[in-house]
């Protein structure tokens, strides 16, 4: 928890009210913690609102920035905005217990909380799980990628030209003599 101290928010000493803190979140952040991730280039600004009340602390929590994605059709990083917002009540009871999402409890003689792995959390949840570059959505990609996905997109076919298909498919096994005798009993399953 020692490289995490910048993070820690002493509440014992701040007075019944509101109190604002500001963390500006780049990848030096990230490195911090231990896991592998699929962005790149995080800049992302972190706003927490404290609310000391005398038997509960309530953080409102704002987060606004960009990542760089690479997007699932076109294999191109793209930047992408996020925003996120969210509330969470600290109550103090005789342990620990972070159980639940939007409320924590911590024992009574905790003088601070650590909110570095809230914020991690948050901004891992405000990224989307399907990442879609802005111009394959307008249809102004010049992707490489995106030119051959057209080129071999299945297109849609009427079903009166699959029924005439099969059809004159069908006549042309009939004029055929040499059917396998295993599909000619088939046809005696006709309707």
């Known amino acids: 928890m020692d490289k995490l101290k910048n993070y820690n928010i002493i509440f014992s000493g701040l007075p019944l009210g509101k109190t604002e803190f500001d963390y500006e979140i780049t990848q030096a952040f990230f490195d911090l913690f231990q896991f592998d991730q699929d962005f790149s280039q995080p800049k992302v600004s972190v706003s927490i609102e404290l609310e000391k009340r005398s038997t509960m602390l309530e953080l409102f929590i704002k987060l606004k920035g960009t990542v760089n994605l690479i997007c699932d059709l076109s294999n191109e990083e793209f930047e992408q905005k996020i925003e996120h917002s969210s509330r ?5 009871g005789d342990e620990f217990d972070d159980a639940d999402d939007e409320i924590w409890v911590i024992p009574r003689e905790e003088y601070q909380l650590n909110v570095a792995q809230l914020i991690y959390e948050l901004i891992l949840l405000s990224i ?3 990442r879609i570059h802005p ?3 307008t249809g102004d990609s010049g992707s490489e990628v995106l030119r051959l996905l057209n080129q071999y997109m299945v297109e849609e076919v009427d079903e009166d030209d699959i029924e005439d298909s099969v059809t004159d498919t069908d006549d042309e096994d009939d004029d055929d003599g040499d059917i396998d005798p295993r599909w000619a009993k088939l046809k005696d399953l006709k309707p």
Not at 88 to 92: G, N, Q, S
């Open 128 to 130: 989307p799980t399907k």
């Open 135 to 137: 111009d394959v959505l």
């Open 88 to 92: 969470l009540i600290v109550k103090f």
